[in-house]
């Protein structure tokens, strides 16, 4: 049985850099940090960074809740990120966007509305 989403593991080159990075992203420090894997608890889900691997853009693509699409496109736009896919409204009140963080990884946002917090288990 399938019980949901838990992490969401980003390659990284650099990954003291990484960290750093994605702390101010997240506004989190990492709940685990080995030199072999880096782990930042967001929203009772794990985002972890994976040392010495090959980032892409293509493949599985993770989005992230937001409040704003647009103002956390322009945040992670002023931290170094580069956009891939300008903010779409793709329906029923959800906007997505997406960037590609400083180390070559597609970073996914989406305001949704109709997202219920409290079916997450």
Do not use: C, H
Not at 24 to 38: N, S
């Amino acid at each position: 049985m399938i019980l949901g989403l838990r992490t969401a593991i980003y390659p990284v080159t650099d990954l003291p850099r990484a960290k750093s990075w994605y702390a101010q992203v997240l506004g989190v420090q990492p709940y685990f940090d080995q030199p072999f894997y880096v782990g930042f608890s967001v929203g009772g889900f794990e985002l972890g960074l994976l040392p010495d691997e090959t980032a892409g853009t293509t493949g599985p693509q993770i989005l992230w809740g937001v409040p704003d699409v647009e103002t956390e496109l322009e945040r992670l736009l002023a931290l170094g990120a580069t956009e891939l896919l300008p903010v779409q409204d793709v329906g029923e009140g959800i906007r997505v966007a997406a960037v590609k963080d400083p180390f070559g990884n597609r970073f996914g946002l989406i305001e949704n509305p109709n997202f219920n917090a409290s079916d997450v288990r």
